[in-house]
């Protein structure tokens, strides 16, 4: 049989890239095949080095919540473009950025950007430990927080307070001061501030859990968070590199109402350019170096041009205010009631926003172990028939749908057409 071109980029690549890919999810190991090579993307749709055309639920895995080359902010790219690609010096731009993040989400009182969420945590959490004085952090199995040595741990099963890194070329001398508490478990969290409490310097979360799959915080889980932290002197840092500007203007903070100490931005603030941010307290922000004694620097830090690409996405996002907002929660919402419906209880969908994933499991998913429990294999063939029928999802049972403004009323249609019938035929 005649290869793709996908594959044969993927059997060329392979010989000069770790596995061919830059990143490995991309690889689709998770769903037992190999990738497809994009070529260009449009508004809602993905074409691969085939010619053959997807609607994109990916998004670059949440960054182009407008769509993709959205006409303002491939503008303004060009603009940054044309004035130089990095000068090394302060801009106006990231100036005007930061005050746009802190419009939206008034926490963000001081913002500093970086070019990744992987650095923009390992930031926070060395502003955290600078500020408080105090070693430990605590992370909940199941959380993504960028691949910095630290968190980079989930922690084997039952090893509730002994964190065990999940990579090799991470020492437990790095995550000996990471402490892993449930998701959703209020009680797992407790007991590590009963033991440890004065040693705590932060809790990390996403607030809406998106990379074990999306699980969403129980009621009231963010509030207990906010005041177990506050009781014992600890910070609370939310991980919104996914829900800022994702769930609402002001991010998770604003949607669950719950206000954290320093959060940290990625993904949509770069519009789909190279990103990341962190920030919060004032007082706790002037810690940072030159003013303060955390040291924390980066050459491309304020990129002129991913600036730009930030400063256009989060204006468009501005402008479509609530009712952006109000329809993409509308959209996520028509999903996730079409895969129940095509795959009944065969499926558990959890959903934040515009954010959804589907788990093949008749049980709830509240945490890591949950998510977990769902069926791997029933996800590869699920994913395979809806590629198969034009319509690009995560390559893994524990990422997100992301949707974006550009996802036509058509769109939602045809993808639901699709669904039907992989729940009739699989
Ligand atoms: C993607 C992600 C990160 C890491 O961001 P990168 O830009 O990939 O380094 C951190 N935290 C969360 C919640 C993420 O989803």
New binding site residues.
């Given amino acids: 049989m005649n290869k793709t071109k996908s594959e044969q980029l993927f059997e060329q690549s392979g010989k000069c890239i770790p596995g061919g890919v830059n990143?490995p999810v991309r690889a689709y190991q998770a769903v037992g095949s190999t990738p497809v090579f994009i070529e260009r993307a449009k508004g809602s749709k993905i074409y691969d080095v085939d010619g053959r055309e997807y609607i994109d639920y990916v998004c670059s895995?949440?960054p182009c919540i407008l769509g993709h080359c959205d006409k303002g902010v491939i503008e303004a790219v060009k603009q940054a473009c044309d004035k130089g690609l990095t000068f090394g010096a302060p801009t106006e731009a990231e100036y005007e950025l930061a005050m746009l993040i802190k419009e939206c989400m008034p926490s963000m009182e001081m913002t500093r950007l970086v070019s990744?969420?992987?650095?923009?945590?390992m930031s926070a959490v060395r502003v955290a430990r600078g500020y408080t004085g105090r070693k430990k952090i605590v992370k909940f199995r199941g959380?993504?927080?960028?691949?910095s040595d630290g968190l980079l741990v989930k922690a084997g099963s039952g090893a509730m307070t002994q964190a065990v890194p999940d990579s090799a070329g991470v020492l437990e001398d790095f995550t000996k001061h990471t402490l892993i508490a449930e998701y959703n478990g209020e009680a797992s969290v407790k007991e590590l501030f009963e033991a440890e409490g004065e040693d705590i310097a932060a809790v990390i979360v996403?607030p809406a859990a998106?990379?074990m799959g999306v699980v969403p915080p129980k009621e009231g889980f963010l509030q207990f968070l906010r005041e177990i932290t506050k009781k014992y002197g600890a910070l609370l840092i939310f991980?919104?590199?996914?829900?800022g500007f994702r769930l609402a203007l002001g991010g998770a903070q604003e949607y669950y109402g719950v206000t954290p100490d320093l959060t940290?931005l990625?993904?949509i603030i770069g519009g789909g350019m190279?990103i990341?941010a962190y920030g919060g307290k004032r007082e706790i922000m002037e810690v940072v170096a030159p003013i303060g004694p955390v040291y924390q620097a980066g050459t491309l830090s304020g990129n002129p041009v991913s600036t730009a690409a930030g400063i256009a996405t989060l204006s468009a996002l501005r402008q479509g205010g609530s009712r952006l907002y109000k329809e993409l929660e509308e959209k996520g919402k028509k999903l996730a009631e079409a895969v129940k419906e095509a795959f009944g209880d065969r499926v558990w969908v959890n959903r934040a926003g515009s954010l959804l994933s589907v788990f093949f499991t008749g049980e709830k998913v509240t945490d890591y172990q949950s998510a977990a429990c769902s069926d791997g294999e029933e996800y590869a063939r699920y994913f395979h028939y809806l590629l198969k029928h034009g319509i690009y999802t995560a390559p893994s049972r524990f990422e997100a749908v992301f949707l974006s403004a550009a996802h036509s009323h058509e769109d939602l249609e045809r993808t639901i057409e699709v669904i039907k019938r992989a729940g009739k035929e699989l």
């Fill in positions: 990143s895995w949440g990744s969420g992987t650095e923009a945590v959380c993504y927080h960028g691949h996403e998106a990379n991980d919104e590199v996914i829900t940290t990625g993904k190279p990341g």
